[in-house]
């Protein structure tokens, strides 16, 4: 018996594809397109001001009016703010201080959600209730108890005195927690019934299953250290204990000849963060969001 034929998806009423095979732009997409660039215009408009002031020779752009382009352009001035106004080393101490917060908050909130997750001990949800509500806790809230300890050890102006307090975080314990937690309970059963110690499964099996929320955590940890202003404004009272967000707080801002200084200054301080997060942002989003959609 015969059939009809049918049509093709090319041929099909109200098609967005053509017969080429390209789709065909709706009036409705190019409203959505307008809305984006104009978003995009912006979110992008600061940063396009804030490179045309560092730029810029600062009496020069003011004498014309502070126009939207590049008065008398001075092109070294990224080189004036890594090297005069030593924004280098207060870059190198941040990349330090950066590290050695980051490595030990990853093995510290590891262990600790690995414990939360996986052991069983008098106490273990009461513990966590009260890590957990230590992220209500402002900086602030503590900053006075911990800087006179801190000056009573004689760490101001230290390495250890801008690390030390931000060696665990209660964020890193319960993102990972929660990364473990859909780690099978069966696994770490059979685990042991073929001889693995708790290290060994941990190691071998949770962190590897988990690798993206990790992952995402590192980023996340390495971007709060990089950007802290409030500790080290208040542990340190030596320009050469300075970090780079404390240091950019005074470069340029002693002449107003060399404010386009100070601009150029925050833009290399800003280089780091945007080149990781250019690096890492797909693994960072698969990381926070894993676990979300279940099917």
Known sequence: MATEPTASPTETAGSPVEATGRRRIRPADIGWYLV???????ILFPIYMLILRALSNPLEYVKQGQPLHPVDIEWDVFVKAFTEADLGRAMTLSLLVTVIIVAVQLITSVLAAYAFAFLDFP?????????????LLPIEVTLIANLETVRNLGWLNSL?????PFLATAFGIFLIRQGFAGVPRDLLDASQLDGYGHLRFLFRVAVPMTKPIIGSFVVIAV???????VWPRFATDQRTW?????????IGSDRVDRLNIGFAAAILAALPRLALLLFVQRQMIRGLTAGAVKG
Do not use: D, E, P
Not at 123 to 135: N, P
Not at 223 to 229: D, R, S
């Open 160 to 164: 250890q005195g801008l690390t030390i």
């Open 223 to 229: 971007l709060g250290a990089w950007n802290q202003y």
């Open 123 to 135: 106490g273990k949800t009461a513990m966590f209730v009260v890590v957990i509500g230590t992220l």
């Open 242 to 250: 300075q970090t780079v967000q404390v240091a950019l707080r005074s």
């Open 36 to 42: 984006l660039t104009a978003l995009s215009l912006i």
